[in-house]
């Protein structure tokens, strides 16, 4: 009876020490018409004024050269000794090759500084084209020799509803920053490859238009942008209130099933988002690509947040 009653004590220690606060600091569904300059964003690069949005969409255009950025509505330090996440997640769409290279561009991605100067660029979002679609992929920041890890290719003119995180663990000695990348239903993306120095402080979220009408990023549209920044809280919970109907299966193989509809993640034992998705009731997500072991599901549930332990056979 102790060791029962020890067992359950530990759950519920993880659980409170996985909480996650997560905050909404950019939320732009491009619903106004006009330049994004004039809407809550800074240009801090090339031709001022000719990234636009017709009401529905902001669209990037092949040739132009316009680099904009809009702040943090709350900047995110990022924390000594803990681990730091945040996260984007858009509709992207390219209805054709025009003015897309074939080796690859970045258009989409974090800032550690707002307005018009910013330089320090994390968790890009890169595009690159054929004769038959266009390929998205993730590169965690520069430095060193870096290599964009990319996905599968997509036809053009189909929509990619996309999922950044951006993890910095300054928890372990070494400290470091991994970026993920969730295209629809592809597999989960993973990049460390640069080296480059690790931010401070997240502050931005911004778009960069490049190249030439011929070979760049192309002519692009963006939708329903969103970022959030998530700390992890040291509050105790009740491990009983934690299972509200978010989880269906604590143990998994292949899929994750939800009760609930909510915007969720999945986070390891070192406190790394590894999966996010926004889901419905009775709805699935794929995790079959993930190592066997223990993870958190967190997701807001009728107003309440919930966090629900799971165990990946």
Not at 59 to 73: H, P, T, V, Y
Not at 123 to 146: D, H, M, Q
Request: aromatic share 6%; hydrophobic share 40%.
């Amino acid at each position: 009876m102790n060791k029962f009653y020890s067992l359950l004590a530990t759950a519920m220690f993880a659980v409170s020490v996985n909480a996650q606060t997560t905050t909404e600091v950019v939320n732009d569904t491009f619903s106004y018409t006009g330049a994004l300059n004039a809407n809550g964003w800074a240009t801090h690069s090339g031709t001022a004024g000719q990234i636009l949005s017709d009401g529905n969409v902001a669209k990037l255009i092949a040739g132009n050269s316009e680099d904009i950025n809009r702040a943090f509505s709350t900047s995110y330090p990022v924390a000594a000794g803990k681990v730091s996440v945040a996260n984007y997640s858009a509709t992207i769409n390219i209805a054709s090759a025009t003015g897309l290279t074939t080796a690859g561009d970045y258009f989409l991605m974090l800032s550690s500084t707002a307005g018009t100067t910013v330089t320090s660029l994390y968790a890009r979002l890169f595009v690159k084209g054929s004769a038959t679609g266009y390929t998205l992929g993730i590169l965690n920041n520069s430095g060193g020799t870096v290599s964009p890890t990319y996905g599968t290719e997509i036809p053009y003119g189909t929509p990619a509803n996309i999922s950044v995180t951006y993890t910095i663990d300054n928890s372990i000695a070494t400290p470091t920053n991994v970026a993920t990348l969730q295209i629809n239903s592809q597999a989960l993306l993973t990049n460390s490859t640069g080296t480059g120095a690790i931010p401070t402080t997240l502050a931005s979220v911004a778009i960069r238009e490049a190249g030439s009408a011929t070979t760049g990023t192309g002519s692009i549209t963006i939708d329903n942008l969103v970022v959030t920044t998530t700390s992890t809280t040291l509050a105790v919970s009740n491990i009983d209130s934690s299972k509200a109907n978010l989880v269906k299966n604590t143990v998994v193989e292949n899929s994750i099933l939800f009760a609930a509809k909510a915007n969720v993640q999945v986070i390891n034992m070192n406190g790394q988002v590894v999966r996010t998705a926004s889901v419905n009731e009775n709805s699935s997500v794929d995790v079959s690509t993930l190592t066997k072991g223990t993870y958190f599901v967190t997701g807001n549930v009728n107003g309440k947040t919930v966090s629900q332990k799971i165990i990946k056979k």
